[in-house]
């Protein structure tokens, strides 16, 4: 399972080529939910029938628990650094999970850091990017000590990646 954003959505695609280049009937590869691949989709499981193997993308952006909706119905965009997403019950079932964070922290909303970062209801009138970064990365490394049994599962962390492209290049 890669569990992230778009960085590692393109590995996710990448993994399901390699995987089809080796079906000798390729048409024992499928989404099991019909699904195509689009960007506005945030999660997929394919299934490899001849490797009776399941490969799963779900897309969060931050790992940590994000946009809240008060009582009224409105959003209110922070980030809770102390909390882990809600996505995390999908986690739990793989063998193999690949995490990726980091290119969303330096957007604008997010790097400004003005009140956006939560921990617990404190709500930081500013906060630093970097700093919150490192504090939600330690909410995902407590959730993988009490989560995962590292005898049994594999979990790999791909760090801060460089935009994948610009202006509709992908070769800059």
């Not at 499928?30 to 997929?44: A, D, L, P, S, W």
């Not at 490969?55 to 980030?79: A, D, E, M, Y």
């Not at 617990?120 to 906060?127: I, K, M, S, T, V």
């Amino acid at each position: 399972m890669l569990v992230g954003d778009s960085m590692n959505c393109n590995q996710f695609e990448s993994i399901l080529c390699l995987f089809h280049g080796g079906l000798t009937n390729k048409s024992k590869m499928y989404e099991v939910h019909g699904h195509k691949i689009t960007k506005g989709r945030g999660y997929f499981v394919f299934k490899f029938e001849e490797y009776d193997y399941i490969v799963k993308f779900v897309r969060f952006h931050f790992l940590v628990k994000g946009l809240h909706i008060n009582g009224q119905g409105n959003s209110n965009p922070t980030l809770s650094i102390d909390k882990i997403d809600k996505t995390s019950s999908r986690w739990k079932r793989a063998d193999i999970l690949i995490f990726n964070t980091g290119h969303w922290w330096v957007h604008e909303k997010t790097a400004r850091g003005i009140n956006y970062y939560k921990e617990d209801d404190y709500l930081y009138p500013q906060f630093g990017a970097v700093k919150a970064y490192l504090r939600a990365l330690k909410t995902w490394e407590k959730w993988i000590n009490e989560n995962v049994k590292p005898a049994k599962k594999l979990v790999c962390y791909r760090g801060y990646s460089f935009a994948h492209f610009k202006f509709g290049h992908n070769d800059n």
